[in-house]
């Protein structure tokens, strides 16, 4: 099976996943936003792929934690920190990350703002942080993607060289 054709399969079983869960998006755009910002945790972050999680962002992406911007401006430079963040979570005894409650709080057709609730566990599905996130989801070239976050994580997080 092709990347696009399994891509194409996880994403029908996240959006199953999300009319299960009550994570009702508004319109059809801010459902493709929704269900990118699922895929990516749950198939990219999740399972440490940096392959996907580097399809579904979109650069320069900028990271605000801790009150300082964090700005990756090309995909290497957000690849440079991912085994160390890899590592800093295997620390914290962290297993997945869980969206608990995802939804679209302001839109246009190719802008989509999302606040996400998660949760990070342990193997045995402990949860150890509960938190708070936003998402800007931006349309380039036709392809949904990550272009900003911002939570109030405590823990492991991913930081670039270049921080304001």
């Not at 800007?136 to 270049?162: H, P, V």
Request: hydrophobic share 35%.
């Amino acid at each position: 099976m092709s990347p696009l054709v399994a891509a194409k399969h996880e994403k029908k079983k996240i959006n199953v996943r999300l009319r299960k869960n009550n994570f009702i998006p508004m319109n059809n755009f801010e459902k493709e936003a929704m269900d990118t910002a699922i895929y990516w945790n749950e198939e990219g972050f999740n399972k440490r792929d940096i392959k996907i999680c580097l399809e579904f962002m979109h650069f320069p992406h900028v990271r605000l934690w801790e009150n300082k911007f964090s700005i990756f401006n090309t995909e290497e430079d957000f690849a440079d920190g991912f085994d160390i963040q890899t590592e800093n979570l295997k620390k914290e005894d962290w297993d997945h990350t869980v969206t608990k409650d995802i939804k679209a709080v302001q839109s246009d057709p190719t802008k989509v703002h999302l606040l996400l609730h998660q949760s990070r566990r342990k193997s045995n599905g402990e949860e150890y942080h509960s938190f708070k996130t936003l998402w800007i989801m931006t349309k380039k070239d036709n392809k949904w993607g990550i272009q900003f976050r911002s939570s109030f994580l405590e823990g492991a997080s991913q930081i670039s060289e270049e921080r304001i």
